[in-house]
């Protein structure tokens, strides 16, 4: 099954910005391309948001103009790739959530028309990265321009969730033809263990574990470590992905973002990254 990129479009200029990540995605992943939008209130459930109201609103023609212009410059943009669009009786976030379910990626804009600055796409960004089904690409603003020939950044933390993100992220490494580096934060006034493992040319065990272990299982990959001393992990974090085309991090837990990856780390990137945030859910999830 060719399972598609799926992007949500409300015709803002950040899910435009973002519908351009979605089609590089889907070229690399030699993927069809899904443009939905979901045309009823962001926080709207499949119903009306006036319960009062007596059935479904019918899909905007304005809308669909959007969607079929969007869908006729990306195909022009990447030849050959496969576009689909459709409108979605839905608020944004339950629509993306259940369209996850068949997807093999979902990609959202930092925020969409009426959203909040500094907050991912408000409530529907912040319900789809919680609940979807499959990873998510947050693509977030930035001043300058994302380096695409950047490398691809994530967080080793020796937990299960970081895990997860590494072979996510060593994936996108290799379809951009990317280094991937694995970075690690250490508190600069913390010592190694004593009697634990030594730090072998990369300065942190745990990365060289990590390293090692991706080097013998993708010889072609090329692979940093990069550890980051700092009190203040997100802040470090979040400045290293100023040289990133890509930062991943990880999910665990149900029910909102407080099982992310280093808890505070994850959403301080989500919310702050210099370039696009991959939030590493697993296929076929239950929130």
Known sequence: MNRPVVVGLDGSP???VAAEHA??????RSAPLHLVHGYLH??????????YDVGIPAPSESA?????RTATELAGSWPGLEVEVRQVAGG???TLVEESRRADLVVVGSRGLGGFAGLLLGSVGTQVSAHAHCPVLVVRPTEEPVPVDGPVLVGVD?????DLAVGYAADEATRRAATLVLAHVRDPDASAPEGGPKAGAGGDALLDAAAAALRAARPDLVVEERVLRSARPEQALVEASGDAALVVVGSRGRGGFTGLLL???SQALVQHARCPVLVARPHGHEA
């Open 14 to 16: 950040s899910s435009l």
């Open 23 to 28: 089609a590089r995605a889907a070229v690399q």
């Open 42 to 51: 962001p926080l709207g459930y499949g119903v009306p948001l006036n319960p």
């Open 64 to 68: 669909q103009e959007m969607l079929t």
């Open 92 to 94: 944004p976030g339950a």
């Open 158 to 162: 020796g937990s299960e969730s970081a």
């Open 263 to 265: 808890g505070s780390v």
